[in-house]
C-alpha cells in the first residue's frame, strides 16, 4: 500500500523558513518522481515543485523560485521541500504527491502559515 507522510509544517513570520519533509513507502521510491502541491483556502491545488527519480533534475512554479528547494534522499525514501524568504501568499496545505501504477496518491497534508 502506497503511503505518503508529510511532517514539517507550522507557524512562521514573514522571511522565515521552514523545511517539510515526506516519508513514502508501499512503492520503489528511487524510480519515481516527487511532488509537492499546495492548497490555499478557497483556491485550486497547485503545483510547486518535482523532483525527478535521480534527484538532479527538479522543477518549480515561478512564485517559489529561488526560495524553495525541493530535494530527496532514495536512502531514506524521503522528499523534502526546503522553503526560505516566506511570504504570507505561501500560506497553504502542503502535500506531497506521487504517480504510481497510473494513479495519485497523496499524503495528508501539513499546514504552513506565514503570519506576523
Known amino acids: 500500500e502506497v503511503q505518503l507522510v508529510e511532517s514539517g509544517g507550522g507557524m512562521v513570520q514573514p522571511g522565515g523558513s521552514l523545511r517539510l519533509s515526506c516519508a513514502a513507502s508501499?512503492?520503489?521510491?528511487?524510480?519515481?518522481?516527487m511532488r509537492w502541491y499546495r492548497q490555499a483556502p478557497g483556491k485550486e491545488r497547485e503545483l510547486v515543485a518535482v523532483?525527478?527519480?535521480?534527484?538532479?533534475?527538479?522543477n518549480y512554479t515561478n512564485s517559489v523560485k529561488g526560495r524553495f528547494t525541493i530535494s530527496r534522499d532514495n536512502s531514506k525514501n524521503t522528499v523534502y521541500l526546503q522553503m526560505n524568504s516566506l511570504k504570507s501568499e505561501d500560506t497553504a496545505v502542503y502535500y506531497c504527491?506521487?504517480?504510481?501504477?497510473?494513479?495519485?496518491?497523496w499524503g495528508q497534508g501539513t499546514q504552513v502559515t506565514v503570519s506576523s
Open positions: 523532483v525527478y527519480s535521480d534527484g538532479g533534475r527538479t
Open positions: 504527491q506521487v504517480v504510481w501504477a497510473t494513479r495519485n496518491y
Open positions: 508501499g512503492f520503489t521510491f528511487s524510480n519515481y518522481a
